[in-house]
């Protein structure tokens, strides 16, 4: 056998091969991102956790609709220990699906938590991260206490046209709502 068929066998064997290991590791992401959901599943929140931790350098390997749930799912772990984590896992739920307004509320009552312990021009910044989540979450869910919070904050920014536009926003906002993450 001359050297070039050699070659063309060697390259196609380890382009196999990695294509073989790369599907292995997918899997195996998997196996321990089905762990994750029986461990959350059974109420047991702490390992959980810790073997979330442990998928999240690997996440990109899940399909990407397990992947949004995953990282919600993450942001609920965290929400109360770890707050920033919580808003860093929420805001990637919220890019990939926009419209699915309970990880909005999520976000927008963590916003508002950060809000309540800053000043000038930083509660300003929170405040208007928080707004936008909180519009969402109230134009597919509606609820007075969402709505007086969201009204309190444009009073406390004297944003008059942000507070007269609302109801329309809420309106073109309530169009497209997503209440359950689908795998």
Known sequence: MSKMPKKILLIIFLTCFCALAKAQTADAVYDQYLDYNLDRLHGDMAVAL??????????????????????????????????????????????????????????????????????????????????????????????AETLALIKSMYTNLHDDAGLKSLTSRLAALSKNCLDILSE
């Open 50 to 143: 810790k073997l979330g931790e442990s998928i999240l350098p690997n996440a990109g390997k899940l399909p990407a609709k397990a992947q949004i749930s995953f990282y919600n799912s993450m942001a609920k772990l965290y929400e109360d220990s770890q707050p920033d984590r919580a808003i860093i896992y929420y805001e990637m739920v919220t890019a990939a699906e926009p419209n699915y307004y309970v990880a909005h509320r999520a976000l927008g009552y963590l916003y508002v938590a950060k809000a309540d312990k800053a000043t000038g021009d930083l509660y300003k910044a929170v405040v208007l991260k928080a707004l936008p989540n909180l519009e969402k979450a109230q134009a597919c869910d509606p609820s």
